[in-house]
T-cell receptor, first 113, second 113 residues
């Protein structure tokens, strides 16, 4: 079963606007990670937020975590065409004694020039 | 130049053929992973290895096999028993098998003819 679910599945905005993506998860977590995937490429790690953190920034990225609601959001400010990609949240989920990283289905972000 | 590499980038397989996908890392990471990604979907775990000479089945291991004879190498064989192997395959590594960030290779796109 999916541990992380992103919302919306697809998002299209104009260059310069802000983009917000949301992620919900089901069980308690140690941390939550966001990754980016350009079309046909591997995933690139963007940011990791620990369960005792509420907000984290990295350049134009801002991630929030609400453990009471089991949700996280990724905000990309002042979007650029190069931000066009799919964005995935991922959390570690214990399965049969092992910690496995489980990904949502992703949000496909398109930045229009 | 450190990183994780996968080869080939594109691979075509005939029905009934076994094929092997290569994954190499020079990051000195203990943990390595293989994921499968289908169009518009998230990643699903095929196999993982916590340390050299050890590996475990993930969520969708049927029809796949791996080996971990060297720390830097984790090849994946897609056997003829895998009924629907056409997909994008991603290899990843992490410093330890825990809740670390994972680093991904560029992927191999496998198509069955």
């Amino acid at each position: 079963s999916q541990q992380g679910e992103e919302d919306p599945q697809a998002l299209s905005i104009q260059e310069g606007e802000n983009a917000t993506m949301n992620c919900s998860y089901k069980t308690s977590i140690n941390n939550l990670q966001w990754y980016r995937q350009n079309s046909g490429r591997g995933l690139v790690h963007l940011i990791l937020i620990r369960s005792n953190e509420r907000e984290k920034h990295s350049g134009r990225l801002r991630v929030t975590l609400d453990t009471s609601k089991k949700s996280s959001s990724l905000l990309i400010t002042a979007s650029r065409a190069a931000d066009t990609a799919s964005y995935f949240c991922a959390t570690y989920h214990e399965v049969q004694g092992a910690q496995k990283l489980v990904f949502g289905q992703g949000t496909r972000l398109t930045i229009n020039p | 130049d450190g990183g994780i590499t996968q080869s080939p980038k594109y691979l075509f397989r005939k029905e009934g053929q076994n094929v092997t996908l290569s994954c190499e890392q020079n990051l000195n990471h203990d943990a390595m992973y293989w994921y499968r990604q289908d169009p518009g979907q998230g990643l699903r775990l095929i196999y993982y290895s916590q340390i050299v000479n050890d590996f475990q089945k993930g969520d969708i291991a049927e029809g796949y096999s791996v080996s971990r004879e060297k720390k830097e190498s984790f090849p994946l064989t897609v056997t003829s028993a895998q009924k629907n192997p056409t997909a994008f395959y991603l290899c990843a590594s992490a410093p330890r098998f825990s809740t670390d960030t994972q680093y991904f290779g560029p992927g191999t796109r496998l198509t069955v003819l």
